[in-house]
C-alpha cells in the first residue's frame, strides 16, 4: 500500500469513528425518574458491517443535571424493540442464528429476566417481520398484552408436477392443501429497491397471554398494509397502498396511492381521501384525535410537500387540513418563513395535554423543527442555532432532540416544553451525549449560499452549501461539486462521511441544492418536471462560478464532480456539457438514458423528462395499449404514435447519452449489479461509451444496491473516489497538511 493510501485509510477510519443516532426513547416519568435510552450505530471497520448500541442518560427532573449510566450496550442482533405503557416489559425482535440457519425470535423481557421466547420459524404463522423505514410497525396494545407488527404473509408451500414420495407415513399424513403443485416459478412481485422480498405485508398480532399470533382480516387483497397502531379502543389504524396492477418502488418515493384505514372487528375502512398518498399516522396521547400527512399521489414528483391532516376520531367524518401544502413559502409565527412538511413524524410527537404537535423538516438548506397549534393551526419554529434540530420523541413534554452540522456529529439534547413556547418558538435545551469535536476541523466552515436569478423563470432562485476551508492563499484548495439525488431531495446541513472525508483530504466541497429540490416549496419541486438536463444543470455550473467568486481561495482550474443516482445524471451531464471546467468525475450508479431506463427501474415513472401533463398522457396510453386496444380508439386529447415517439425522443435528449462525445474528464463510474432503482446497464453503458472515445474510464463493480453502503462496498467506493479526484485534479499538498 502506498504512502497516500495509508494515509487515506487512516483518515476514513478518524470519520468513520463517530458514531450516528439513530433514536430515542424517553422513559419514567418527571415526578419520579426520567432517563433517555438512545440507539446509535456506528461502523465497525474490522466486522465489514454497522455495529448497534444502546446509551441511557439518568435526567434530573428539571432537566438541569444528566449522567451517562455505565457503558454502552451491544444489540446489534436486536432489530426493533417496544415498551408497554406501563415500562414494566420489554419486547425484541432478535435476529439470530441457529444451526446455520438465520431466524427471528420475540422475546419478552420484565425487569429481571427473560420471560418468554417465540421462534417464528417454528411457529410458522407468517414470514419474516418487516423492519423497514416504509411498513415497520412494533407496539405493545394498551392494555400491555398483545404485540402488534407487519409482516410477509406465508404462502403455501410448493413442489414440482413430478417428485418421488418418501415412504415415510408422516409425509402422508400431511395435509394436501399445505403444499401447491408447479407453482415454484411464479413471479412474485415486490417493492422494489431496498424492499426486495417484501411481497405481500399482513398484519399480525402476539397475544402474550395466550402465546397466540393472528394475521388480522379484512384488509383489501389488492393493498399492502403497513406504519399500524392501536387506538385506545385496541382497533388498529394503519396505511395501506394500492399495489394493483403494479408494484411501484416505494423508498423515496412518496407519492404511491396509499389511504388512511381503521380496521375494527375484521372491518375496513378508509379514514383519508382517495387519489392521495399518506404516511406517518400518529395518535394522540388521549386517543383523540389521528393526525397523518397527505399528498397528491400518481403522475407527480416522487417526492413533494405535505398536507397534515387531523381526525376527530370521537365523531364521524370530522378531518381537517391542520397544515396545508405550500406552493412557494408562507409567513408563521415570529415573522419567519415556512416551506412546507417534507419529512416523516416521530413515532412520539405530542404534548401531554393533545393539543400541540411537534415536527421536524428540511427547509431550504437545515432541518427545522416546529411546533403546531392543533386548535389555532398556529405554527411555530423552535428557536435554534445554526445547526439541524431534529425531533426524535417526545413524553410528558420532555423533548428528545437530534442536533447535527456538517461540523459536528450527531449530538442528543433534551428540553421540556412549556406553553409560553407556543408563541415564542423557545424550548431550552442541555446537550446529554458529549459532543464530539472533530480534529482538523478547526479551521473549516459551512456556510448556506442564496442565488436568484434576473429573469423571466417562474422560480429564480436555488442555494447551495460550502464546506472546507475558511480561507487560503488564491487558488489554493481543489475543490468538488456535489449534486444530490432524487431529484427531488436535498442537502441540509447535516454530518456526512464522504464529505467530511474529502474535506480531511484537502478537498472544499460544494452541496448544490438545484431548483426541483424539496424544501423550498412543492412549486420549485414540481418545476423541475420537464427539465431535468437543463435547469439543474444551469444551476450546478452557476453554483461553481458563485463559489469561484466568492471564495477565492478556491482553484477554477482543479474542480472534480461527484454524485450518485440523479446526482450521477448531473456530474456525466456536467462533464458533457461543460466539458472544459471539470478535470475528473465518480459517477455512483448513474442515470445516463431516462428513455432506456424507465422500462428498467422500479420506478418505471421515473420520467423527470417530461411534463406532468405528458406524463398522465404517457401512462394513460401505455395502459390503453396494453389493455390491448388499438391507437386509433383514443379520444383527441389522447397521445398519438407519433406524440409517443417525441416523448421518447424527448427522454433521450435530456438525457447525458447525448453528450457523451464531448466529454474530456477521467471518470470513476461505481455500480451496484443489485440496484433496481438505476439498473446497472446505465453505468456500464456510460463507461463503454466512454471507452470507445479514449476517455479515461474506470469501473467499478460492487454486489450491492443502490446506496453502495454496505460496509466493505462503502470503504471501497469512498477511498477509490477520493483517489481518483485527488490524482486527476493534480493535488500536490501533502495529505498530512489537511489533517
Known sequence: MSAQMKKLVDLYKSVAAYPDLVSARIQGTASKKLFVQS????????????????????????LTSVSATGFPIDVTTELMSALTKN???????????????????????????????????ALDVHGDVYTDMEFSSFEWSPDDTKLLYVAEKKLPKSEPFYKQKPLDKKDKEKKEDEISVGN??????????QLVGKHRPVVAVLDTTTDSITILSGIPDDLSPGQVTWTKDQDVIGVAWRHEPQYLGLTACTNRYSWIFLLRNGEYQKLSDDDCAVQSPR??????????????????????????????????????????????????????????????????CWSDDSQYLFFSTPQRNNIVSYIVNIKTKDVTEINNDGSSLVVLDVKENVIAFLNISLTQPANLMVGRFELGAADSGDIPRIAISTPVKIDGFEEIIYEPNEYIYNNDDSIKQFNYIYFGPNNGKTKSVPFIVVPHGGPHSNYTNVHILDYSFFVKAGFAVVQVNYRGSTGM??????YLQGKVGDVDVKDCITATEEAIEKYPWLDRDRIGLY????GGFLVTHLSGQAPDMFKAVVARNPVIDI???????????CRNALTKEEKIAFLRNMCVVEAGYPYNVLSPDEPTNNTLIDMFVKMKKCSPIVHADKVKAPTLVCIGTKDLRVPSSQGTMWYQRLKINNVKTKMLVYEDNHPLSTGPVEIDHVINACLWLLEHTSVREDIADAE
Do not use: C
Open 283 to 348: 395518535i394522540s396521547p388521549d386517543g383523540n384525535y389521528l393526525v397523518w400527512l397527505q399528498r397528491k399521489a400518481g403522475a407527480v414528483p416522487h417526492h413533494n410537500a405535505h398536507k397534515l391532516m387531523m381526525r376527530d376520531l370521537r365523531k364521524e367524518n370530522h378531518t381537517e387540513e391542520i397544515v396545508e401544502v405550500v406552493e412557494m413559502s408562507k409567513t408563521i409565527k415570529n415573522n419567519k418563513k415556512f416551506y412546507g412538511i417534507y419529512r416523516r413524524l416521530s413515532r412520539r
Open 87 to 121: 415500562e414494566e416489559h420489554r419486547a425484541i425482535l432478535r435476529q439470530a442464528t441457529v444451526d446455520n440457519t438465520t431466524k427471528q425470535f420475540i422475546e419478552i423481557w420484565d425487569k429481571e429476566h427473560l420471560m418468554k421466547n417465540y421462534d417464528l420459524s
Open 39 to 62: 440507539v446509535w450505530k456506528q461502523r465497525n471497520l474490522e466486522r465489514k458491517t454497522n455495529q448497534t448500541f444502546l446509551r441511557n442518560y439518568d435526567l434530573s427532573s428539571d
Open 595 to 605: 428513455s432506456v431506463m424507465f422500462g428498467t427501474s422500479d420506478i418505471p415513472d
Open 563 to 566: 454524485g450518485g443516482s440523479h
Open 184 to 193: 415454484e416459478y411464479i413471479y412474485k412481485p415486490h417493492w422494489g429497491e
Open 521 to 526: 416549496g412543492s412549486a420549485t419541486v414540481e
